[in-house]
């Protein structure tokens, strides 16, 4: 494989997509997205979930036709709350409330209720209200056992659950009309409690909370990465907000005051590139896809728009025909080509430079930026659907760049993953996942003239299968490694936004684009492909970094794959912080999602088989280990004790040029040593922004 690839295109409707990509689907159009032939009212759809014996009951899947649009943003919404179960059969209520909690009722209404409808089986809901009624902070959502018909419960009440319905209209249809999704969570409840208790204590109003921002403030504490073990829905209420009492407070200070939050630091354009693993279980196949485009962050209305392209491939398993267990066939069963935009709202909080991103579908992205805010990580974790588990990069774009502002020497570094149809093989047959990492150096010379100089490492996986033993087949695994040259003789071109294309002469003449941030310093090169796609960062050389200039918190956004001789392949996803101490030492606090996928035989099937702990609490690691930066070139050198040794770059920040705003690494092992037996091969990237 070449890093510089030309991109193949299939065509895949919006609809396959979000039935089959584990919510890596981009939403619809906002309020100015209105077809003219549309109905005018509004339908609110949404699941409800609580805590695990709480009086509202138990957790997950949202299925049907109405909640594609609930799984129209990639994020790990909602399923980071972990120990929640569905509201089944429940009742729903909407209703206006007044600035102290109370419900808002009239002459010709009583009892305030505006429309009402019950939760299905999964805790599903939709309702649709008049013509009349718009998003606002003061339109509510609630869940509870009261009988249909009756007031709903003033806020705060025990046993009831609520959200503002303030999401912007996520879609037009022609049955339901204006369509926005509201989720129902105990943290949309504390969310709800705490804005009208604020509102209370400094005699303000809820009019003064936008719909945006009240939209990010519930996301963001429904979103949050937390263990729900309460056996009581007031317990998990005070558990939630004990928890996340410091990001309530410094939330509530930003958005409360009348007019709109100024989130100047971010306002611009960004270029994006995101990687998605997925698994489909029901279907037994797997994918690797990308998704690349530009977002445009408006930071004094707290909205962002991103239109993307996306391309990759799902492949689907066909075993044991003929009655052989040890017969397997991997065929391409989804191939995604299409373009869409995301629609949404945001909020930044800068003590901890992280940017919560809420789509228009209701789902939240919790992002981290670097202080300057030209580079922000974009983790993705769902298990809703499937299991659904990438990364992503977003970098800040510039204006009125030239060719000159392009020239000079980039480090680089990828992470990419492909999918490969094998056929029909028996005994022994190759992974259908194969990943790699490549690091090098791009040099740009004037007038034109682009050079490319690297090497990848793709690790393999032979699959080897014998009949017998208790299961019926016993799977092992031989593992390899293919290294490959990347060079590159060919010419570029440059926009004043940033955007570039690098022509390789060929034969055949292939092209690949990408952007040059603001800053002048970062590029980011998504290579989307029909086999699964890779990303690339690149920053300019330079010098002057020592190890006092990692010193501080950072963020940390690593994902890694690996094969094993069991058989296996892993995907796992580590979120947290890293702390350096600008001496040479640092420790590591995370939290990892995993995937772990075996292509065996269990009770005489054979097929896919997953263990994951997505859904349940996530498995924490800490360490302390070392570092180094070079002076000369600003390369780092991480070791963590249990992960490896990370290698890479740092990158200055502005307003900070001695310390390191960013630092891009990855780590690649091969036939080592694996804890609880035999070997395994990884190739990981890890991303960290300073906070």
Known sequence: MTIFQTCRHHFTTLLVCCLFTLAACGGGGGDGDVAPAAPATLTISGTAVSSNNGSLAKLFPRQGVFQWFASLFVSDSFAQAVGLGPVRNARVVVFKINDNGTVQTSAGNLTGIIAESTTDANGFYRVTLPASFNPASDLIVQVSNAAAGTAPASIPSLNVINA?????????????GRVINVYLTPGTEVATREMI?????????????????????TGLLASSSLSITAATLPQTLADIKTQLQPVITEALNLIAPPGTVNQSTLTGSYAVARFFAGLDIANSRTGRYLHAGTAMLDGAAGT?????AEEGSFLGEMC???????????????TLNRTDTMTGSFLYLPSTNQVVFTDSSGDVLTGSTNPDGTVVLLPFMDGRRGIGMGFGL???KGSNLTTADILGTYNFAEFGSEVSPTGSSTGSWQSPINSYTGTGAVSFVAPSIVNVAGAESTMTQTINCTIGGPQGCTISGTLGNLPEPITLNGTFSVASDGSFTITNPGPPVETTRGTLGGDKNLALIPFLDVAGGAVAVSVKQSTGLTNAGLNGLYSLLMFRDTHDTLGHLTTTLYTGTVTFNGSGGHTVAVQSTFADLADDCIGGACGYHVNSNIGSTPTPFNASGSYSVTTGTNAVSITVPGL???????????????????????????SQPRPGGGNHSGRTIALLVKR
């Open 164 to 176: 503002p319905a303030s999401q912007s209209i996520a879609a037009i249809d022609q049955a339901f």
């Open 304 to 308: 962002f728009t991103l239109p993307f």
């Open 320 to 334: 044991g025909v003929g009655g052989d267990l040890c017969q397997r066939t991997f065929v391409t069963s989804l």
């Open 644 to 670: 490896g040794t990370f290698s890479g770059f740092a990158m200055p920040g502005i307003a900070a040029p001695s310390s390191a705003s960013f630092l891009y690494t990855t780590e690649t092992f091969d």
């Open 197 to 217: 208790a604020r509102v209370q204590a400094t005699s303000g109003t809820l009019a003064n909370f936008t719909t945006q921002e009240t939209t990010a403030f």
């Open 394 to 396: 977003a970098i800040k």
